[in-house]
């Protein structure tokens, strides 16, 4: 089955473990959809409290800056409907209670298309693939399917809270190995390093950090056939029906 085009999504749901993984993997692709008028909500899963290099401030205060960062970040994409749901940095698992989490939001959002990353372990990328990176990444695919779109799965969920069972169209799978669909993001890819710079505890100290962000989207593009240095995103879409 066909991708859906783009005329087609009205909302749009990012699932990432970390703050700053989305824009990361998808900041440029994010800032298209935004100028479209698609409406994107972001689930960040983790409160990133292990993030950072700064020894004199303290977890709880990197909490705070993480959240703050990652709001700045969603601004500059036109994102401002994020949902934190504040499990511990680096010992984020595919429980049961965050399937449910997950699925709380589906149902609000009501998405056509979500961005989820990968619950596949990437051997040519492995910082790709981090552990809570890989836990978000399977809760997130199991609360699509077979979970939201179920009404006899967390059954309080419809009862008590009201949420409708909602199923989703599509799934777009970040840093996967099997990538199947690009995006050119060239024109967007300033807007993508002007997110990133919002999470300054995160890039600020990185030397030659623009550099190789820009290498890496040109490595994509070269990758996927773009040519003088063009960049892209690359992407596994799962089509649901």
């Not at 700053?20 to 100028?35: E, R």
């Not at 499990?87 to 984020?92: A, I, M």
């Not at 619950?119 to 836990?135: T, V």
Request: glycine share 8%; aromatic share 6%; with cysteine.
């Amino acid at each position: 089955m066909e991708p859906m085009l783009d005329s087609e999504v009205e909302r749009i749901l990012v699932v990432t473990a970390h703050p700053d993984d989305l824009d990361f993997g998808a900041g440029g692709t994010i800032a298209q959809w935004s100028a479209k008028g698609i409406a994107i909500s972001y689930c960040i899963c983790t409160n990133g409290d292990q993030g950072g290099v700064d020894a004199t401030i303290s977890r709880e205060e990197m909490k705070q800056i993480r959240r703050r960062e990652q709001t700045d970040a969603g601004k500059v994409l036109g994102v401002t409907d994020i949902h934190f749901l504040d499990y511990r940095d680096g010992w984020l698992v595919p429980t049961i209670e965050l399937r449910k989490d997950i699925v709380r939001v589906i149902r609000k959002v009501r998405p056509q298309r979500m961005l989820i990353q990968s619950p596949e372990r990437n051997w040519n990328r492995l910082g790709a693939s981090h552990p809570d990176h890989l836990a978000a990444g399977e809760a997130a695919i199991q609360a699509i399917y077979p979970d939201s779109g179920n009404p006899f799965a967390f059954e309080d969920l419809l009862h008590d809270e009201h949420l409708e069972p909602w199923s989703i169209k599509e799934a777009w799978v970040m840093m996967s190995e099997g990538n199947d669909h690009h995006v050119d993001i060239t024109d967007t890819f300033d807007m993508k390093m002007k997110a990133l710079a919002a999470h300054a505890s995160q890039t600020s100290h990185v030397e030659g950090f623009d550099e190789r962000i820009r290498e890496w989207g040109t490595r994509n593009g070269a990758e996927v056939g773009l040519t003088d240095g063009r960049m892209a995103e690359t992407f596994k879409i799962v089509t649901l029906g």
